[in-house]
């Protein structure tokens, strides 16, 4: 089975700050991993994914993730905030097959102070 | 990618009626997927639905509760039946065409009173 952990379900971080949230997997067969992002009253927009190519991907908005296999994780970062970048953000696993939906994690609610 | 949308966007339902979610795809794709989203939660699956078969229901999901309609690659429906209050929830649509990422319509939001 597979499953994903995003740590902290609140990061709060100031306009023009490192974004970084956490999302570690399990997996018993080589993942493909994505990042997801809800605004307010909208359904799910696509960030990022890796699907075993490059390790380090980059997404959409300034956002990039980097899988470590050693640490089973796929942290989302931005070098620097904007108030347009609070929502809420969801990781995903799903395996290589393609034939599996995907898994996600509890969230974690991004906030931008000015 | 694909572009989706849903209807209604929005219902306020009595208890022990039913809502019918339609699902549109504006291409055709080969699975499409339910989710469920409490409020202030992560995103549960109901149900896979693919066209030709019966929907594969998640545990916790029956289809008496949740019936799926997939009659073609590009429209799905989803019944929430005998609604309670602990149904309000959103309602999401999704597609894959087996490049495993999937895309998302805009959502149901039901309230249930």
């Known amino acids: 089975a597979q499953s994903v952990t995003q740590l902290g379900s609140h990061v709060s971080v100031s306009e023009g700050a490192l974004v970084l949230l956490r999302c570690n997997y399990s997996?018993?067969?080589?993942?493909?991993l994505f990042w997801y992002v809800q605004y307010p009253n909208q359904g799910l927009q696509l960030l990022l994914k890796?699907?075993?190519?490059?390790?380090l991907v980059k997404g959409i908005n300034g956002f990039e993730a980097e899988f470590k296999k050693s640490e089973t994780s796929f942290h989302l970062t931005k070098p620097s905030a904007h108030m347009s970048d609070a929502a809420e953000y969801f990781c995903?696993?799903?395996?290589?097959?393609?034939?599996?939906?995907?898994?996600f994690g509890k969230g974690t609610r991004l906030s931008v102070i000015a | 990618s694909a572009v989706i949308s849903q209807k209604p966007s929005r219902d306020i339902c009595q208890r022990g009626t039913s809502l019918t979610i339609q699902c549109q795809v504006d291409?055709?794709?080969?699975?499409m997927f339910w989710y469920r989203q409490q409020p202030g939660q992560s995103l549960t699956l109901i149900a896979t639905?693919?066209?030709?078969?019966?929907?594969?229901?998640e545990s916790g999901f029956v289809i008496d509760k949740f019936p799926i309609s997939r009659p073609n690659l590009t429209f799905s429906t989803l019944t929430v039946s005998n609604m309670s209050p602990e149904d309000s929830s959103i309602y999401l649509c999704?597609?894959?065409?087996?490049?495993?990422?999937?895309?998302f319509g805009p959502g149901t939001r039901l309230t249930v009173t």
């Open positions: 890796y699907t075993s190519a490059a390790t």
């Open positions: 997996s018993s067969v080589p993942p493909y």
């Open positions: 995903a696993v799903s395996d290589a097959s393609g034939n599996t939906p995907l898994v």
């Open positions: 291409s055709q794709v080969t699975m």
């Open positions: 999704s597609v894959s065409n087996k490049g495993y990422e999937q895309y």
């Open positions: 639905a693919n066209q030709g078969s019966e929907a594969t229901y």
